[in-house]
């Protein structure tokens, strides 16, 4: 490097450090990107800027990396650490060729892996995005170009604090020189694949250039399928063409997001203040799988769980700040008020009707314009359970937007399609005591300004937010999979729904909702919230909860549920202080210590923020329950009774094993609780270790609940095997509120009739119903024998009770006059 280029640096670096605030991605390098620092580091940049290069220093420094300006010494030769593919272009035009300096060191740094068996560079792309503006659809300039000096020097004044540093994943040079040479040509070949990944780049944090809005409109309207449909319903309702046409305008307007990027960016400001004044902290997990497909060019769809409204904002929020495209977001049309919906619609909402039910051309133009999207390139978010979960835990998929976008596929689509599940979890839920009243009975308040204002002023400290990507489930491939035929069913005018099309929608759905939960996120308060509810008072002492976290957290660490979910680092007494500074919990102090207790009010809410988690325990709590409730029996026996129950369990909680998997998973939790003491195990043979059986106790009653559901139901269908579905599920809900009033039930899902109509699709799939319906006696008597076994004496005669209660006043009522 000249002297007089370090004089230029030095002083470029003044201003830049003023005007110039980076967001470096990804935040933790080394582990995400997999850098090994004992390795050298070559950075490699798209265009020759020191505006650039200034701003990758500044950004790598902070970052804990080499520092490019320094030489990187090999075998006693110096070396530039980085290098350009493109020349800085000028006024009067530029020049895309490889540089000739660049081309020489790539040749020399290859060359230096020819004499050097040991030696492996890595080369990282690093790409500096001043702003993120994808630009409108009638602007033909590429994505990616190179900005010429007064370019540069308005965009720094302009987008300055809105600057990307994106690093990507290392180049091995000893792999290229091992497979592909060491001549001139191989350079060449990586600088053409470095400007094919610099643009897609590029693309994946701006998007797809936006549309405008009355084109998109005309565009929608000259589809065959709109065409045809408007031309029907004119036919049918005999109106003119024209009243359709302008009905079909008036839908898109109401459906339509009208995205600006503007609010975008003012909004990352917003929310970045909104979360630090509401939350101690945000923790992202698995944003790395998601940032390479969009790299890769795949047509993401995001498919989160439904908390809480801040779930909306809250992922946009997440996916800019790792540099990818907030997407579009289907919106339930209760939130286009005044002046939410045109905030959120230029946020990237758009608006769909609770129902598509006998309106043909509504339907028609919502699909188009889904179709419109998946085809322009733009990411798009749906919630699948359709509403906001109020109970905790989550819900069984509408398959509506499943079957749509599948839909969309079979118009041809060129890119693959990804979903991406994502879990979202809080310490805090705004709206958790609004679910609870809308639980016992109250009606759902309709979203006004009024609602928003009175939430604005209830901002305070709510403890940490979770957002945690799951394992992507590529479109593509599960059809490929599951339908090999089935791109014969591509059509790209009207969109079919072929035979397979429902089962193979259903099968996904609960693919997605499983791995939604694969990526659960454990904290403080949800631990807490299950080892408190398990007790019968609601109350430990604090020692004993610490113990129980304890016993939680080896459980989860030593036998992790999948490679998605995360379990906070802090040891058991770190997490009950900060559950406790919460302010969710009674805490008395007596001569002996501290209890912390649950009042029955926040009992009920704190099922909430169990019920997020309960699926992580679900298989230890049930092996719990069958050792407390036998004392002594073989590793065989369990798993026998494991297998039986775990159809149900799996269908309800969306648990991830197959049933083949089971035998090793009971083996490994038998060997964890072994481990920890809380059971004795001699060979095949299991036993209650006396000394631990308190924290057993509180581990099997996590799902002990559940367990009494079950047995409710087959106590029923036992009693009356000709009972219909909606009776029996009628019956059960009613019986299971009876216990839950007679036993201090708090968990307002222990008597919700989706439960029971879960339990009851899954005893007619697994063989306990017949067709029509009806119990098949001896697996029912089998079943109906081990849930008894599984619940305790007093839960037994209450079940018993009620049931003889309602045969007398059956009786009665069949003969009022004896």
């Not at 109350?539 to 610490?546: F, K, M, V, W």
């Not at 009693?719 to 599920?729: G, I, R, T």
Request: aromatic share 8%; glycine share 6%; net charge neutral.
């Amino acid at each position: 490097m000249s002297s007089w280029q370090k004089i230029y640096q030095k002083i470029l670096d003044l201003p830049l450090s003023l005007l110039v605030k980076t967001h470096s991605i990804p935040s933790n390098p080394v582990a995400d990107l997999e850098l090994d620092p004992e390795r050298p580091i070559v950075y490699i940049l798209p265009f020759r800027s020191n505006t650039d290069l200034m701003t990758l220093r500044r950004s790598t420094l902070e970052l804990g990396l080499p520092d490019p300006l320094e030489p990187l010494d090999i075998a006693g030769k110096q070396f530039s650490r980085y290098v350009y593919i493109s020349d800085a272009p000028s006024v009067f035009g530029s020049n895309s060729e490889l540089p000739q300096e660049s081309l020489e060191q790539f040749t020399a740094l290859l060359e230096q892996h020819k004499q050097d068996s040991e030696l492996d560079i890595q080369v990282v792309p690093a790409s500096i995005l001043w702003g993120r503006k994808p630009g409108k659809e009638d602007n033909q300039k590429p994505i990616l170009r190179p900005l010429n000096g007064p370019e540069k020097f308005f965009t720094v004044l302009g987008h300055g604090r809105d600057c990307m540093v994106r690093l990507s994943p290392p180049v091995s040079l000893r792999y290229m020189a091992d497979n592909h040479g060491t001549d001139d040509s191989i350079a060449n070949k990586l600088a053409r694949v470095a400007r094919i990944h610099f643009s897609r780049q590029q693309l994946a944090a701006s998007g797809p250039k936006l549309p405008d809005r009355q084109a998109l409109f005309k565009r929608l309207l000259a589809s065959k399928a709109i065409e045809k449909v408007v031309a029907e319903e004119a036919a049918s309702r005999d109106v003119p063409i024209e009243k359709v046409h302008k009905e079909a305008i008036d839908m898109m307007e109401e459906i339509a997001a009208d995205f600006s990027y503007s609010l975008i960016k003012r909004g990352d400001r917003f929310l970045g203040w909104l979360w630090n004044r509401l939350y101690q902290g945000l923790n992202v997990h698995n944003a790395k799988q998601v940032r390479k497909l969009a790299q890769d060019g795949h047509e993401i769809v995001y498919v989160p769980c439904h908390r809480s409204h801040m779930d909306y904002l809250l992922l946009s929020y997440v996916l800019y700040q790792e540099g990818l495209v907030p997407p579009h977001i289907a919106a339930g049309i209760n939130l286009n008020f005044f002046p939410a919906g045109p905030i959120f619609r230029r946020g990237g909402a758009f608006f769909i009707r609770r129902s598509f039910k006998g309106n043909r051309l509504y339907s028609t133009v919502f699909r188009e314009y889904l179709a419109e999207l998946f085809a322009k390139g733009y990411s798009v978010e749906y919630f699948s359970e359709g509403g906001r979960s109020r109970t905790g835990r989550l819900l069984p998929a509408k398959t509506g937007m499943l079957s749509m976008t599948i839909q969309a596929m079979l118009r041809g689509l060129n890119r693959p399609v990804t979903l991406v599940p994502v879990y979202i979890g809080y310490e805090h839920v705004m709206e958790v005591a609004t679910y609870a009243k809308e639980l016992r009975g109250k009606r759902k308040e309709k979203e006004n300004v009024g609602q928003v204002l009175r939430t604005l002023r209830k901002l305070r400290n709510l403890g940490q937010g979770y957002v945690n990507f799951g394992e992507p489930i590529p479109l593509n491939h599960y059809l490929n999979e599951h339908v090999p035929d089935w791109h014969k069913s591509i059509d790209p005018i009207e969109p079919q729904r072929p035979q397979w099309l429902n089962p193979v929608v259903n099968d996904l759905a609960v693919k997605m909702m499983t791995h939604i939960n694969d990526a659960a996120a454990t904290n403080a308060l949800t631990l807490c919230g299950v080892a408190l509810l398990a007790s019968r008072q609601r109350a430990l002492s604090r020692e004993d909860l610490e113990q129980q976290i304890d016993c939680y957290l080896q459980l989860l660490r030593n036998v992790p549920y999948s490679e998605q979910f995360t379990v906070p680092d802090e040891d058991a007494k770190a997490m009950v202080k900060h559950a406790m500074e919460m302010d969710k919990f009674v805490v008395e102090r007596d001569s002996l210590g501290e209890m912390v207790s649950l009042d029955r009010p926040q009992a009920i809410l704190m099922t909430y923020y169990r019920n997020n988690i309960i699926h992580l325990f679900a298989m230890p709590s049930l092996i719990a329950n069958i050792v407390i409730y036998h004392g002594r029996l073989t590793t065989r026996e369990i798993l026998a009774q494991v297998e039986q129950l775990y159809p149900f369990l799996k269908a309800e909680l969306f648990l991830r094993y197959q049933q083949e998997e089971l035998a090793t998973v009971v083996e490994s939790l038998l060997d964890e609780l072994a481990r920890q003491r809380l059971i004795l195990r001699d060979g095949e043979v299991i036993t209650l270790n006396n000394s631990r059986i308190g924290p057993l106790h509180l581990l099997a009653r996590t799902i002990s609940e559940t367990l009494q559901r079950y047995a409710i139901a087959l106590t029923l269908l036992n009693s009356e095997p000709e009972l219909m579905k909606s009776d029996l599920e009628q019956q059960s809900q009613m019986m299971a509120q009876r216990l839950s009033r007679l036993h201090g039930i708090n968990a307002p899902e222990f008597f919700d009739k989706g439960v029971f109509s879960t339990l009851v699709k899954t005893l007619r799939a697994e063989g306990y119903l017949n067709e029509d319906c009806h119990v098949v006696s001896q697996p029912v008597d089998q079943l109906a024998g081990l849930l008894t076994n599984l619940v305790s004496p007093e839960v037994k005669l209450t079940i018993q009770a009620v049931m003889n209660r309602e045969e007398r006043i059956d009786i009665e009522e069949a003969a009022p006059g004896a």
